[in-house]
C-alpha cells in the first residue's frame, strides 16, 4: 500500500519477511521520528540483526523480543522488566558508555597508535611504485585490523590469526544472511559465520583465563586480553541477562564487530579515492594537514584539530552522503504515535532510508547544476562568506530553514556546518536512536584517509566502479569491482 500526498510518495506499507513495515521519507516525518522518545529503542534492528545476520538462537533472542522497557535509565510507562534483563538499556548505555565521552578517548589513542603502524611512512620505497591490486582489500586489511584491536584488543586476532580473512568473507555474506537464506542455500556462509563464533567463543575461554586488574593500562581503560573496558562490562552485562551463554554473546560481539567495521572501512576507501581522484583536491588536504601536526599523537596529528577541519569534515560528510544507504528502524511497543500527517500503529516498524534523503535534487544544493547529487563535490559542505552560493542547501531552500544541527566548524577559509539537514543527512540516524559510534567512525575515516595522503603518492589506475547494490540498506555501499592503484611512499623533500 502506498501512501501519499501533495503528489508526492512519502510513505508504503510493504510485508518484510512476514512483518508489516512503513518506509517514511518525509522530511517533518522523519524529523518527529528522531524526536519521539517512544522510537527511540533499536530494539526491532537488534531482534533481527541478531537473528539473520548473526545467527543467535530463539531462546537467547526471546530476552530481547520481550524487552519493551526502552533504551533509556527508566523504563517505559507500564513495562515490568527485570532490571537485570532490561537488554535494551543495557546494550545502548555499554555503547555510550564504551564509545563516546570518556571512553573515547582511549579507544581514539589505541586507534591512533595502530594506524600509525598499518600506515608506517616507511613501507614503501619513494623511487618506485608497488603495484596493488585493490584500494578496498588495502583498507581492509589495515584499517579494519586498527578497528578491531583498538576495541577487542590484540589477544583475539593472536589467538586465531585467520579471523581477519574469515570476517570479511563472512561481511561480504552478510546481505544473504539479510535476505533469510537458509543454510542449505548457502552452507559455505554458515560454516564461515560459525567458525567466527567459535574464535569468539574460544577467545572469551582464554581472556578469562588469564585476566586479571594489572592487566589493565594506566588509563585505566585497555588491556591486552579484552581490548577495553567496554569489553569486560559487555561481558559482564550480557551474561547476566535471562536465557544468554557464550554462544549467544559471540552472536551478539560478531554483530558489533560488523556495525564497527564494515560500514567504517568502505567509507574510508571512497574518501581516500576521491582525495587523489578530484582535481587539484590533494594538494588542498596536504597543505591543511600541515597544520594539525603533533609530536605527542602516534599518528602524528592532533586528532581533535583534524576532525574539526573544515575541508576535511566535508570531505567526510559528502562520502557519507554519497554512499551510505542504510534503513533505521523505529518502533513503538505501546502506542500508536503521529508522525506529522501520519500514524504508526502500535508494535509496527517504520524505516527510513538514508540513501533517498541523501540523493534529494530538490534539496542539496548543485550549484545550478555543476555538481549534481551523484557527484562527489568535497566542498558541498562548507559556506563561503564571499559566495553566497556556497552551502549544502539550496539557496532557495535556506529561508525560513528548518532545523539547526550542533555541529558547526569555522575557520578563514570557510565554515563546516549541517544547519538545515535534520532528517536530510542522516547517515547515522538521528535523534534519541543516533548511533553511538559515529564519533569513532569519524575519526577512523578522517584519520586513516590523512595518513595515506600524507605519508604515500598514490597513482589510480581505473576510474571508481559502480557501487555493489547488494547492501543497500545495510550500511554504507562497496566498490562493485576491485580498485587498482600504484602507491610509493612520499618524498617529503618536494612536498608535492
Not at 3 to 16: D, I, M, Q
Not at 458 to 472: C, W, Y
Amino acid at each position: 500500500m502506498v501512501v501519499s500526498y501533495a503528489g508526492k510518495l512519502t510513505a508504503t506499507k510493504v510485508k518484510v519477511l512476514g512483518t508489516d513495515v512503513y518506509l517514511f521519507q518525509d522530511y517533518p516525518s522523519i524529523r518527529s521520528i528522531w524526536k519521539e522518545q517512544q522510537l527511540a529503542s533499536p530494539m526491532a534492528a537488534y531482534v533481527y540483526t541478531l537473528k539473520y545476520l548473526c545467527g543467535q538462537d530463539a531462546k537467547s533472542l526471546a530476552a530481547y523480543r520481550a524487552d519493551d522497557s526502552g533504551p533509556f535509565p527508566k523504563p517505559y510507562p507500564g513495562t515490568n522488566i527485570a532490571p537485570q534483563n532490561r537488554v535494551d538499556y543495557i546494550t545502548h548505555a555499554g555503547l555510550l558508555k564504551g564509545l563516546t565521552g570518556r571512553g573515547l578517548g582511549p579507544t581514539t589513542r589505541r586507534l591512533s597508535g595502530s594506524l600509525d603502524a598499518a600506515f608506517e611512512p616507511n613501507l614503501y620505497c619513494d623511487d618506485e611504485w608497488t603495484q596493488m591490486p585493490d584500494l578496498l582489500k588495502f583498507f581492509q586489511r589495515r584499517l579494519g585490523t586498527s578497528i578491531m584491536r583498538s576495541l577487542f584488543g590484540p589477544t583475539l586476532l593472536t589467538l586465531h590469526p585467520s579471523f581477519v580473512d574469515d570476517f570479511w568473507e563472512y561481511e561480504r555474506d552478510v546481505p544473504r544472511f539479510a535476505w533469510g537464506l537458509p543454510s542449505f542455500i548457502i552452507p559455505r556462509a554458515y560454516r564461515n559465520r560459525g567458525r567466527l563464533i567459535k574464535h569468539l567463543k574460544s577467545w572469551y575461554a582464554h581472556a578469562r583465563s588469564q585476566f586479571t586488574e594489572s592487566n589493565i593500562d594506566g588509563d585505566g581503560d585497555g588491556d591486552r586480553l579484552w581490548g577495553s573496558e567496554f569489553m569486560r562490562n559487555r561481558q559482564r552485562d550480557l551474561l547476566g541477562v535471562e536465557g544468554q551463554n557464550d554462544e549467544s554473546l559471540a552472536a551478539a560481539d560478531l554483530g558489533l564487530i560488523w556495525a564497527s567495521v564494515s560500514n567504517i572501512v568502505p567509507s574510508a576507501t571512497f574518501s581516500t579515492f576521491h582525495i587523489f581522484a578530484e582535481p587539484g583536491l590533494l594538494p588542498r588536504v596536504r597543505s591543511v594537514l600541515d597544520s594539525h601536526r603533533s609530536t605527542t599523537s602516534p599518528s602524528g596529528f592532533n586528532i581533535d584539530s583534524l576532525t574539526k577541519d573544515p575541508l576535511l569534515l566535508s570531505i567526510y560528510a559528502e562520502t557519507l552522503r554519497m554512499y551510505v544507504k542504510t534503513y533505521f528502524v523505529a518502533c513503538s511497543p505501546h502506542k500508536d504515535i503521529s508522525l506529522g500527517n501520519w500514524q504508526l500503529p502500535k508494535g509496527k516498524v517504520a524505516l527510513v532510508n538514508s540513501g533517498i534523503s541523501h540523493m534529494d535534487q530538490n534539496i542539496w544544493n548543485t550549484k545550478d547544476g555543476e555538481y549534481p547529487v551523484h557527484r562527489f563535490w568535497p566542498d558541498r559542505f562548507i559556506t563561503y562568506v564571499h559566495d553566497p552560493a556556497s552551502g549544502p542547501i539550496k539557496p532557495a531552500m535556506r529561508p525560513g530553514a528548518q532545523d539547526t544541527t550542533t555541529e558547526k566548524v569555522q575557520d578563514d577559509k570557510g565554515t563546516f556546518c549541517l544547519d538545515g539537514l535534520q532528517g536530510l543527512w542522516i547517515p547515522y540516524g538521528g535523534g534519541h536512536a543516533i548511533c553511538p559510534g559515529r564519533f569513532l567512525a569519524k575519526i577512523a575515516i578522517i584519520l586513516s584517509a590523512a595518513l595515506i595522503a600524507d605519508r604515500y603518492d598514490i597513482e589510480l589506475l581505473e576510474d571508481l566502479p559502480k557501487v555493489n547494490p547488494a547492501k543497500f540498506g545495510l550500511g554504507s555501499l562497496k566498490p562493485g569491482a576491485a580498485i587498482p592503484f600504484r602507491i610509493r611512499r612520499r618524498n617529503l623533500g618536494t612536498k608535492e
